[in-house]
């Protein structure tokens, strides 16, 4: 009897380690989540959610969102797939109340970021919309619209005040955002980065080489030497 409950044990223990390494192998072959049995999921749980979250059925997608924020409740992330699913089946508001707390949570988020980006515009509070803007530029999201934020925020004066505290400020994502401003700098670009540079802003030598250039091609010579107060990159 002893053995039999020995060798009973030996089984579950390796049906467990079994079911732990394929959910973890699952997280760098997304491929895998779904062989991994339930109970086992947790990375695999992930990977399945951000696969139905906007293709499955809503209320499937929203069962599998649910499933992954009561396994794993901390990452920013799994509340963001959770709003996007709530979004799909018709709650609204608990969608952007979610997206907050995502935005709060972790700022590395874009999805959250871009929601919070448009909810602090149209509510008018463009130093907030400012910060969200920066946080995308700085973790250099390639799928965030940032050209097209960037341009709804500085379309008013007190937008273009608020980037350019923003830009004084200081942080790594000016290099990005003076990067992409020398690609198009339009005049409500150009006022910005000169107010940015009348209050103090410091940016990355070469990213503000590369913003001098553009204002002398466009026409702006006299505000381009403000470029030359920059930081140089430490060897």
Do not use: Y
């Not at 072959?29 to 999921?41: D, E, G, K, T, Y």
């Not at 709060?104 to 463009?126: C, H, K, N």
């Not at 925020?153 to 992409?180: C, D, I, S, Y």
């Amino acid at each position: 009897m002893k053995r039999i409950v020995w060798l009973a044990l030996i089984g579950l223990l390796a049906v467990i380690a079994t079911g732990a390494q394929l959910d973890r192998a699952s997280r760098r072959q997304p491929a895998l989540a779904s062989l991994v049995p339930p109970v086992f999921r947790s990375f695999a749980q992930e990977r399945l959610t951000i696969a139905t979250v906007r293709s499955a059925a809503p209320e499937a997608a929203l069962a599998d969102a649910r499933t992954l924020v009561s396994r794993s409740p901390l990452p920013a992330e799994h509340l963001t797939l959770l709003a996007i699913a709530s979004e799909r089946n018709g709650d609204r508001q608990g969608s952007a109340l979610l997206v907050q707390r995502a935005a709060q949570r972790g700022w590395r988020d874009p999805i959250a970021q871009q929601a919070m980006f448009d909810i602090a515009l149209a509510a008018g509070d463009e130093a907030e919309a400012a910060r969200r803007l920066a946080a995308l530029f700085g973790v250099q999201e390639d799928q965030a619209p940032l050209r097209d934020m960037t341009a709804r925020l500085v379309a008013t004066p007190e937008g273009r005040q608020a980037l350019a505290a923003a830009m004084a400020a200081g942080g790594n994502w000016t290099k990005a955002f003076l990067r992409q401003a020398a690609g198009d700098l339009t005049p409500a670009l150009a006022e910005t980065i000169t107010m940015a540079q009348n209050a103090g802003a410091r940016p990355d030598c070469a990213a503000a080489q590369a913003a001098k250039r553009a204002f002398i091609a466009k026409g702006h010579a006299a505000e381009a030497a403000l470029l030359d107060r920059c930081t140089a990159r430490r060897r």
